[in-house]
């Protein structure tokens, strides 16, 4: 149980295009999740907390405008990477929180890598 | 803000050999803590997890930490490491901020040599 997707798994897209990541609980629902973003040989760093049906809190330092985050449903969060330039290339990783539970693990997704030309 | 420090960036380890990776947290409140790791190529997983009782828990895969609150830390061992944990592993901490996010470390690199 408790398994989370994200789709795609990989993309590559020109400089100025926008990108949609799915990231989604299978099989249980999940009323809080995160984005992070992970650089190589670095940690995840937490860009957001998106909520089912509320706006998403942003970490600082986080243009809410360029990474628009959209959690529709218990069991969909979606990450839009707007006007994509090559800085924002990197592996993307989304998780989800159990809704109803007292704990603060997470279920993580397999992440997406982006690459921006 | 809550931080998370480990002391390791890449150890090399013999099979057999025993491990232990470094974790320390800066949080004074109620913690909440973790181990994810991160086998090549594949997503991040919880290795094991502390929330309050017996400061010495046990995960998966023969691995153990120990929560040491006079040292905020929380320390990942196992007696006799394998090929197979090669990979890349987190410690996490409840960052104090009531939508429950975390805080990771930078991760330690784990490699078993044959």
């Known amino acids: 149980g408790a398994v989370v997707s994200q789709h795609p798994s990989r993309v590559i897209c020109k400089s100025g295009t926008s990108v949609k990541i799915e990231c989604r609980s299978l099989?249980?629902?999940?009323?809080?999740m995160f984005w992070y973003r992970q650089f190589p040989k670095q940690s995840l760093m937490l860009m957001a907390t998106?909520?089912?049906?509320?706006?998403?809190?942003?970490e600082q330092g986080v243009e809410k405008d360029k990474f628009l985050i959209n959690h529709a449903s218990l069991t969909l969060s979606t990450l839009t990477v707007t006007s994509a330039h090559p800085e924002d290339s990197s592996f993307y990783i989304c998780?989800?929180?159990?809704?109803?539970?007292?704990?603060?693990?997470?279920?993580f997704g397999p992440g997406t890598r982006l690459t921006v030309t | 803000a809550q931080s998370v420090s480990q002391h390791n960036h890449h150890v090399i380890l013999s099979e057999a050999a025993s491990l232990e990776l470094g974790c320390n947290y800066s949080?004074?409140?109620?913690?909440?803590l973790f181990w994810y790791v991160q086998y090549p190529g594949q997503h991040l997983q919880l290795l094991l997890k502390?929330?309050?009782?017996?400061?010495l828990v046990k995960g998966i895969k023969g691995f153990e930490a120990e929560f040491i609150k006079s040292k905020f830390s929380f320390n990942l061992r196992k007696p006799s490491v394998q090929w197979s944990d090669t990979a890349e592993y987190f410690c996490?901490?409840?960052?104090?901020?009531?939508?429950?996010?975390?805080?990771f470390g930078k991760g330690t690199k784990l490699s078993v040599i044959p």
């Open positions: 996490a901490a409840y960052s104090g901020a009531g939508s429950y996010q975390l805080t």
């Open positions: 099989d249980f629902q999940a009323t809080t």
């Open positions: 998780s989800a929180r159990l809704t109803g539970s007292s704990s603060y693990e997470q279920y």
């Open positions: 949080y004074g409140g109620t913690v909440n």
């Open positions: 998106s909520n089912e049906g509320s706006k998403a809190t942003y």
């Open positions: 502390y929330f309050s009782g017996d400061p």
